[in-house]
């Protein structure tokens, strides 16, 4: 039976438990409720008060193709609401392994404690002396674990960042291919583990269980077809394989909504050099990889192993938002460049996407001039260390704001704003000012819709129809979320008529249960209440749900469009 | 006719107007008012939209004793809510001889725009290139100053934390003795005139006008009765004229109150080298001066000239929340140190109250070693410059917590608390929690009452009639703000009788108007009302009136007191 594993991370007790009253319960959908239900809405989310909650999904050690993403839940440093963080990576694959569906942290430990290596085993938890490691970068940390507990460890790491508190820190998570090359990325996450003093978490190298469907042979049936559907579509079978999410650069600046020089225009001009098509050439011209799964089990492979000039292993992961946070908004276009600052990232833990907008927002507030790739390396690499400007650009785009005394901040909830600049993708727009997660496109993919036409076509340019589109798309990632299954299957799913039925299938033959399309649509409102009953206790409202006056103000090229969308009209995107 | 001066700082235009809609408003009820009114709730504190306003109280330039206090509202860049910050100085003193009321900056330059030199004269305003002074600390920006206009100019300064938008920045007002030594302290105003490019406000040498009282003969006889009043109390004519405000240093120790190591305990056991009886010992024996009004017409002379060991002047204002923020809460006990630290505060521009509090979370945070007064004076003077160390510092208490991963942040609504724990003195913590001034004892100074036994005798560490005293403090603070008064005229306004009178027959003899006392409330309560307001739009909730949690969760020591207002229970502080 899966059990939830509770650490006290300043008694160093453990507990392992039955789900009890969150059972059914997986991946965000848990770990939003046990935050909602568990940690005090008021509390610092540095405090002892904070628990970080990592579970499965629903599917998560099932087998399915793609079910292995983990949910990181607690309340974020960043935002200061609830946060759910995404990541792949084999730690939700081994969890079920070990009958684990959940881990949670709690309390910390007393000033001046050490960082510790926490062992999770099937029947307990050993706390171990991370001195070795503490303030090591996070692929060498790796290495060192790798040492002691074998290659094929899976590991969670608090890089430098986290060690740090700051709060843009990731958790980084392995990878089948041996690297720390997985992010929970938004929300600062990984503070919440460097303030318990958990530098790494190893999970018992030795696992050996395996979840045994409860319909073996309904659970077959639907595997297959559940493959069948997601190579069946061209995003998930030809542009994400091809090309990795990367493949955007060129359709979204196309549709004049990559931001460029912190979200001035639509439009990059040196585009071509930061293409996903120039990326695959790059890659293949290496002997890199353009296919890679983030975790076992995956059929999607938009991961990558993008190698140097030298032909030695740089980085992977290397997404999209990435590209274009380096790259369009800082007006830099040296592709080795932005993918030396993915590995920076991934080395001191923070986040991509939160770095990209802090880079940015310090060139406008005369940290450093537009398009100085060599400059923003440097910044980047001071993250972690004593430098306070690594305290700076950890902290990310709204601390650096106030750093450089810069009033063009784009962010929501204490977020920075993605790759889409919402006056030319309004969906995503509308996704981005109501989420309970702060600015964030994942959690409701307007872009789909809006640019790539899938589930529908939905002008990007006009107000019509973009407050339903966010509104269940949000409830919809929020279910997806919930299986453990990745975030990209969605693609597959808006355009297959059975694919609801068959992920049902999944679960009903997985658990030997009787779970419906309403069972789905029920486990994502639900997970999205619980957030939302959240920030209502911390103090969030309605005013909170809106972009920065500046969009509203100053018209983007090429479509000459503005934001403009009342708080009013922006609630019925919320359930 | 006193006029409102609209200055444009990116047209360089400017139109004198009538008072019109804010006509009988004075001080903080008139830049609360307007505010109010004409800035977006939801702008970003240093965009174009806020609006930066200064005005004469309605006692403003009228001569009688202590109404030359200055009034400074604006969005703040630190609360993100609606500010006034209360300095005195000679500006409200001179601002009415040239028939101005108030003097409103509007709308920012062009990026890329220098800094200014902005000269107000009775009939224009003029521009001038303040490149020679930029980069300048106060005083040998203010001596620049001197050399071109005359030794008694009356200027405004934004320091160097100003220049750069730092969000704990003040302005700096020249005093009678030709230092600029006066802040409009709280809340980050000098970062709005930063953000504004004026570097330097002049009022024109020459100026000569003088207001007349509509009735001469009663406004002398009010105006002889209220100086009467002020010299009748003990506290308002020998304790702060004797020890200034630093006179509370051991009262409040001795009350348990004086926040200790970041606010971990009541009391500081050196207590004796920082207290305002040691202070006048050591400015007597360097021929400094113990009494000394910051402006023109003051007769209660709290402030005082502090010479160092050679005997050189080195500071004045020199207050107790200073002496207790980097003193008791830092663990410093150097009193020459803690002198060091104020005159830099000033040199650089910040807020004395602010940085004590940011430097003793630096110190949990492990930047810096408590007791540490060389190394705090190290860090002092980094702001302003190129490290990125002083950037953080002169962001305030809540960034340094980020930067060094602190979740100990005493302050309520971004702005740190001063110098009493609410807990053992817990009207002052209902006025923290409940002013929409954010963390801030004299928007309703309880501890006179608490304490120091003034208007009564309230129980500092019962609940019992504290929420009511807060109200009502709130409310007569607001009013004595907007009529220009010192707030320090409240200590004997509340033990005699004939004062509220005596205040509003000031008031109705110098307009030639009846002002009673239910206009002088109302005006308290109006300007508290357009504050709640601005407050409520911009996105302040009742949550955000509370404590942080910390002072509910650890008993304060020697009376093992903690914070136990429920959020509901504190509403009934505000009208």
Redesign the interface.
Known sequence: MPRILRINTRTKEFKFEELGEYAGLGGRAFTSRLVNKEV?A??????A?NKLVWSTGVLGGSGASNSGRLSCGAKS?LTGGIKESNSGGQFAQTMPRLDIHAIVFEDKPEEGAGFSIVEIYADRVEFKDATPIVGMDNYPAHEELKKIYGDKVVTALAGPAGE????ASTIQFSDPHLNPARSAGRGGLG?VM??KKVKAVVLDPAAKGRMQPADPEKFKAARKRWTEILMGHPVTSQGLPGFGTAILVNIINEAGALPTKNFRGGRFDKVADISGEKIAEVIESRNGKTKEGCHTGCVIQCSQRYNDKDGNYLTSGFEYETVWGFGANCLINDIDDIATMDRICDEKGVDTIEMGTTMAVVMDGGGLEWGDSKGAIELLKKIGSS???G??MG?GTE?AG????????PTVKGQSLPAYDPRSVKGVGVTYATTPMGGDHTAGYAVATNILKVGGDVDPLSKEGQVELSKNLQIATAAIDSLGLCLFVAFAVLDTPDAVQCMCDLVSAAHGIDFTADDFIAMGVNALKDELDFNA???F?K??D?L???FSEEKLEPHNTIWDYSIEELQAAKV
């Open positions: 005090p008021d509390c610092h989310p540095l405090s008060s440093p740090q508190c700051l709060s503070a460097g303030s430098d306070p400007m305290r700076i902290n601390m106030r750093a450089f005394g810069v009033d063009r901040i206790k911390a103090g409202t005013k909170d809106q920065p006056r500046f």
